[in-house]
T-cell receptor, first 114, second 110 residues
């Protein structure tokens, strides 16, 4: 059981470039989410999904797209990177919310945009 | 969206009990209130969750008053390894969004 995996662990982008952060879980969890954490700050919800084919916006969705074609995968796409998107990105998954809010977090992706 | 407030930081000494309170409004009526611990360069780790009154597990207790406008995480007899940032997590009223609190940085001294 690998839990929640994220790739890459580190990434440097130039302004205007696009890329996809990968997230996968092998626990058959319905709920998945993406958070960003700026240095010394808390976690802010970017996008989330309550099941395959269903996604919705969080607190700070601008500049990001998501899709959920399978239960296991929830990639986050940066459309046109900006320095303000320099952050650590965490993916998380949890069972259906009616059961628990216990979220399992991946190790994070540290992104720098120059 | 749901709003949360936590103290920015707290200091304690080994062996003491620490209570961290999160104030929250506009949270979902029937959802859990959850607390997480985060060490530097790691993702948050689940500590405890509850719906109302008091919940206790092997590492912490959680107190939630009847109005559910706040919750208090209680860590008994803290040790140096409890130095971390602690977050509450609540469900937003009317949506499926899970919103983290602002976080409390706990420093435990010998």
């Amino acid at each position: 059981n690998a839990g929640v995996t994220q790739t890459p662990k580190f990434q440097v982008l130039k302004t205007g470039q696009s890329m996809t952060l990968q997230c996968a879980q092998d626990m058959n969890h319905e709920y998945m989410s993406w958070y960003r954490q700026d240095p010394g700050m808390g976690l802010r919800l970017i996008h989330y999904s309550v099941g395959a084919g269903i996604t919705d916006q969080g607190e700070v969705p601008n500049g990001y797209n998501v899709s959920r074609s399978t239960t296991e995968d929830f990639p986050l796409r940066l459309l046109s990177a900006a320095p303000s998107q320099t952050s650590v990105y965490f993916c998380a998954s949890s069972p259906a919310q009616v059961d628990s809010y216990e979220q399992y977090f991946g190790p994070g992706t540290r992104l720098t945009v120059t | 969206l749901a709003k949360t407030t936590q103290p920015i930081s707290m200091d304690s000494y080994e062996g003491q009990e620490v209570n961290i309170t999160c104030s929250h409004n506009n949270i979902a009526t029937n959802d859990y209130i959850t607390w997480y611990q985060q060490f530097p360069s790691q993702g948050p780790r689940f500590i405890i969750q509850g719906y109302k009154t008091k919940v206790t597990n092997e590492v912490a207790s959680l107190f939630i008053p009847a109005d559910r406008k706040s919750s208090t995480l209680s860590l008994p007899r803290v040790s140096l390894s409890d130095t971390a940032v602690y977050y509450c997590l609540v469900g937003d009223s009317g949506t499926d969004k899970l919103i983290f609190g602002t976080g409390t940085r706990l420093q435990v001294f010998p």
